[in-house]
T-cell receptor, first 116, second 108 residues
């Protein structure tokens, strides 16, 4: 149980285009999902917290107009990187809490974004 | 915010050796998780251990919440244990904050 999926697993795009990444909780409902970013050989850095039906909360230094987050249902959150640039190339990982009182966060397999 | 420090940053082991990875954190937590990140980037959840001791095969973990540290033990290491081990902590409803990880290389 508690499986989180992400799609796509990897994407290559041209500079200036927008890329949408989906995060789904497959066998549980997630009232809260989180988006992290990981640059090579570095740790995971939290970008934003996504709550179903409300606006996302962004960490300091993360541009909310560039990284659009939509948590439209209890099983789906999307991250859209708008007007992507090479410096946005990174590994994006989502996670979700089951909301059953346990604090455990379950992580998706990640999406590797390369902007040319 | 809460600070998480992991040590050592890098570790090279001969296959069959044992090791201890440490995680120190700066504030009280009600969530502590250990992860293994494999070469493809997938985070494998090893333990949810805000306090106490747990064991799973060759791995075990102990968290002493009052002293704000956690230890991950790997016994009889195998080459497949290679990768990065992360400790992550959270308090209340806050999301997990990750340490910088320990990069483990197990050589045959």
């Amino acid at each position: 149980g508690a499986v989180v999926s992400q799609h796509p697993s990897r994407v290559i795009c041209k500079s200036g285009t927008s890329v949408k990444i989906e995060c789904r909780s497959l066998d549980f409902q997630a009232t809260t999902m989180f988006w992290y970013r990981q640059f090579p050989k570095q740790s995971l850095m939290l970008m934003a917290t996504s709550n179903e039906g409300s606006k996302a909360t962004y960490e300091q230094g993360v541009e909310k107009d560039k990284f659009l987050i939509n948590h439209a249902s209890l099983t789906l959150s999307t991250l859209t990187v708008t007007s992507a640039h090479p410096e946005d190339s990174s590994f994006y990982i989502c996670s979700a809490k089951t909301g059953s009182g346990k604090e455990t966060q379950y992580f998706g397999p990640g999406t590797r974004l390369l902007v040319l | 915010g809460i600070q998480v420090e992991q040590s050592p940053p890098d570790l090279i082991l001969q296959e069959g050796a044992n090791s201890t990875l440490r995680c120190n954190f700066s504030d009280s937590v009600n969530n502590l998780q250990w992860f293994h990140q494999n070469p493809w980037g997938q985070l494998i959840n090893l333990f949810y251990i805000p306090s106490g001791t747990k064991q799973n095969g060759r791995l075990s973990a102990t968290t002493v919440a009052t002293e704000r540290y956690s230890l991950l033990y790997i016994s009889s290491s195998q080459t497949t244990d290679s990768g990065v081990y992360f400790c992550a902590v959270g308090s209340g409803n806050t999301p997990l904050v990750f340490g910088k990880g320990t990069r483990l290389s197990v050589i045959a």
